[in-house]
């Protein structure tokens, strides 16, 4: 049955001993990567761990789609995942069987520099760092819920769940230790004497609740302030939910906020990335042929595209900016702000370790930089996408605009009890995008199916603020 | 210290079979999702105008689960030019508003997710068919129809590994390893492989002739040319599929009506008036002639657009049709009607008088309607039994 191996022995030999020159020329120029553990795999094992972002996931027919897609895009060659990295410790990092020794050294070079992303980046602190370990008894859990309560009836519920993916808190157990400390001095502020004679007017209160009038219960807003965390929301507040069901709810939660610190830094991972595969290589005695095979290829990766951002190319320009802007400093920024020439490369080591996409387009994209990526700004015209905008302010906000909350509207839980019959109140925090209103009557549909009561959801239609309602049958939509 | 920091290897993964388990749980929601719109895909055109084998690509809305997003029309885009555009700059084209549209979407532009699902005919006309028959089907004398049908009832010793019985292969090892005094699994041999095979049974079914008539007057214009060979495609279809041989005689009429092969019965287009009462005519003739109701079961179809020559002709015409229904199963008469706000055509309203349950007329107005069409013809029914 086994087949005839596609790298031999001494290959194979060759790659690991290429791979660890490669450790060691990272090392060497400051990078502080994760262990690695490099594993080569057929395409359809690629593409199956490209689709479900992890090896070992649960299964759901969305990961089967994915997978279809970008195994037929494979095939037909229109685009080709060389490597994936696991951001576990030690880190995982998957290459593509088939890849040729150049190749295979780039990716290595350009894993290693995710790995030590991963590693540094502020953002990645609290991920966990078992996440093939968790990802699988995740899978585990909920195939033994597909055993007891039927796949049909598992798969219905994560398609539900799905749909609200996104809206997770990463800065959450931060947020409600507040919460919890505001409440407790309320609390406290009640029960605190403000006069001697306190128990003097208890003595009366107690006379008022012998006539058989009870005080009146304070009525305490849930959620306190306003909640991000709708899968959390909901799995600790919505009535009807079996155990199984909100055990499902915690684990697409857990693997999501796995995700979100990969969602929020793709444009300075990508971009840190290929800043150092390139600097990498460039300490590689490669052959002259090699040569030619690497600036090829690393052309593809980098080239700009006309319809999005690619991330690897606006992000490794960037960090050549700041690397630039700090070696050789204007005499101005000496002066004024005390800048000293050479310090580029600290810069940049500090840069990947705070930031996240938000803050790095909106510190470190200059109007130099939008000028020479020449990026503009289009929108749809009739029948036709125009370009509408070239001014270099307007690009960067709206570019910091579209990377906020990872490209995903801000909506919160305002009230989980509203009208006080249990009715679930969600706001969008519209900062003038529009929700797609068709699509947010369907996922309300899902969210009543969870919740088990009418749903509403607060926006901005046209500058005028709309409540969209569902109520179980239908939606509805008044301006308020 | 350094050869522990990084490690490099490649394991077997040929057993891996994850994704594309989960790849076939979308295939077949995608199978429902084509289900459930039937009605629209049977009449596409790529579908008709197809060779009947080839793949053809149906469009259907992308199954994705709702999320809440952006409104990406309304949206402002960002993009990279080549260190030349300019405001003003068109860089691509936006698909119609109208609804599905044929085009194929642009590339990476954000818009809506249309997914071509890739099916055969086959695999469609499954979907279609699965629980139509000819109805009244009844016994002849004759059983001149013989299909094969495949039945696994047999097991040996050797065979293909694709029909390996699992369970009778551990029994039989189970019980090699207990004469050996140690009842359990483990040691396969191939000794203990068991296949199961299969026979190949002849079965002679009952005979079937399917008469199909078809309107190629002045009067059918593009559209009723097009609804009546849609549903003729799909009618020829499903026979070919559930009998192995049925077989079918096809029939062109204006004033005068011949006999005509497949091929020009499917696109032969011609003018002139109507006289629906030749086609049934040379209909009873051809049963006269070469099918024996005792022997044979008969179903007669007719796909006009109800515009016949005159009040003579329509009497004319139910009086065959009575005739006709003496010695077939069911007659069906289908009525192309574009737009027609319920008003029946003249030959309708006289087949209004034809009380026999074996008569079937439906009024397709759109595209649509042929699927409920073909279902309400080929819907099983019992000999005698009213529907």
Known sequence: ????????????????????????????????????????????????????????????????????????????????????????????????????????KLVAAHVLAHSDFFKNNLHFRHTSRQMLEVASINAERIRRYEFKHGRREVEEFLDRVLCIEEHVDPNLSMRRKEWDED?????????????????????????????????????????????????????????????????????????????????????????????????????????????????????????????????????????????????????????????????????????????????????YLTKELVDELDLYIYKREGDQWVIVEKDWQKIRDMLVASMTNFGVPYIVVEDGDYRRNRELYLRHCYEGQELDLRYAERTMQAIYDLWGRPVHVETVVDGRKMLISFDGQKATQIYI | MEKQAVSLSRHDWSLHRKAPADQARHNEKVKEAIKSNLADIVAEEAIITSDGNKVVKVPIRSLELPHFRYDTNRKDHLGQGNGDSQVGDVIGQAPGQAGPGKGKGAGDLPGVDYFDAEVTIDELADIMFEDLALPNLEQKQAQQIESTVIRFNDIRKSGPMSSLDKKRTILENIRRNAKMGMPKVGGIKNDDLRFKTWTEDVRFENNAVIIAMRDVSGSMGE?????????????????????????????????????????????????????????????????????????????PFHFSDGDNWGETDNRLCVDLVHEMLQKCNVFGYGEIRQGGYGSLSTLMSAFQNVKDPKFIGVTIEDKSGVYPALRQFFSPRQPGVES
């Open chain 1, 183 to 363: 409440r407790d001095r309320e609390d406290r502020r009640v029960q605190e004497p403000t006069s001697p004679y306190d128990d003097l007017f208890k003595l009366d209160e107690r006379g008022q609740q012998s006539l058989g009038e009870e005080a009146p219960a304070r009525h305490r807003k849930i959620p306190p302030e306003p909640e991000k965390d709708i899968l959390l929301f909901i799995a600790e507040h919505a009535a009807d939910l079996e155990e199984w069901q909100r055990d499902i709810i915690h684990i697409v939660r857990a693997e999501q906020l796995y995700f979100v610190p990969q969602m929020m830094t793709k444009v300075m991972n990508e971009g840190w990335a290929s800043y150092w595969h390139r600097e990498i290589m460039h300490q590689l005695d490669l052959t002259e042929d090699e040569h030619i095979q690497f600036a090829n290829l690393n052309a593809a990766v980098t080239a700009p595209s006309a319809h999005q951002i690619n991330p690897y190319h606006v992000g490794l320009k960037i960090f050549e900016s700041i690397k630039e802007r700090w070696d050789n400093p204007t005499e101005e920024e000496m002066r004024e702000l005390g800048r000293q020439p050479g310090q580029g490369l600290a810069k940049i080591f500090e840069v990947r370790e705070l930031e996240s996409d938000v803050s790095f387009l909106r510190n």
């Open chain 2, 223 to 299: 559209f009723e040319k097009y609804i009546s060979r849609s549903f003729y495609f799909w009618m020829v279809k499903f026979l070919r599929r559930k009998y192995n041989q049925v077989q079918i005689v096809f029939i062109t009429h204006h004033t005068e009506a011949k006999e005509v092969d497949e091929q020009t019965f499917f696109t032969l287009g011609e003018s002139g008036g109507t006289k629906v009462s030749s086609a049934y005519r040379l209909a009873l003739d051809i049963i006269a002639q070469r099918y024996n109701p005792r022997d044979w079961n008969i179903y």
């Open chain 1, 1 to 104: 049955m086994s087949s005839e191996p596609i790298m031999s022995g001494k290959e194979l030999g060759e790659l690991e001993r290429a791979i660890e020159e490669i450790w060691n020329v990272a090392l060497r120029l400051g990078l502080d990567p994760f262990p690695t553990h490099f594993e080569i795999v057929p395409a359809a094992i690629m593409y199956e761990f490209g689709a479900y972002g992890l090896p070992g996931r649960y299964s759901h027919w969305t990961h089967g789609k994915a997978y279809q897609r970008m195994k037929m895009m494979y095939d037909y060659g229109l685009s080709k995942i060389y490597e994936l990295v696991i951001n576990t410790n030690p880190c995982y990092a998957f290459l593509l069987e088939g890849n040729n020794p150049l190749q295979n």
